[in-house]
Nanobody, 125 residues
Framework: QVQLVESGGGLVQAGGSLRLSCAASGRTFSSYAMGWFRQAPGKEREFVAAIRWSGGNTYYADSVKGRFTISRDNAKNTVYLQMNSLKPEDAAVYYC??????????????????WGQGTQVTVSS
């Protein structure tokens, strides 16, 4: 069992940066792949970024490549999402997730078993 708690959301101007954190409980955190997803009002939840258990492989949605960076610290049971050059269209509730997706399914919601409650990111233009 893994419990996930996101933090770091807030209000930022377009072009600014935020770093989201997701703290996980459970001794087996380091074995899980971790993902970030987001959901804007009236839209479906979508994939943002993911990282394998070792941190050696990362995956990004095309919309955030070059602007967002996912990383993890297994010693701290925490995964991060550094978000730079934020745009108004990045505004959403951001969720972290844990699971064992295959490489082909890193961006698939149903491949993840555990989800956090989300943290709100608002980007003003």
């Amino acid at each position: 069992q893994v419990q996930l708690v996101e933090s770091g959301g807030g209000l930022v101007q377009a072009g600014g940066s935020l770093r989201l954190s997701c703290a996980a409980s459970g001794r087996t955190f380091s074995s899980y792949a971790m993902g970030w997803f987001r959901q804007a009002p009236g839209k479906e939840r979508e994939f943002v970024a993911a990282i394998r258990w070792s941190g050696g492989n990362t995956y990004y949605a095309d919309s955030v490549k070059g602007r967002f960076t996912i990383s993890r610290d297994n010693a701290k049971n925490t995964v991060y999402l550094q978000m730079n050059s934020l745009k108004p269209e990045d505004a959403a509730v951001y969720y972290c997730a844990a699971g064992f997706p295959t490489a082909q399914a890193m961006g698939v919601m149903r491949a993840y078993d555990y989800w956090g409650q989300g943290t709100q990111v608002t980007v003003s233009s």
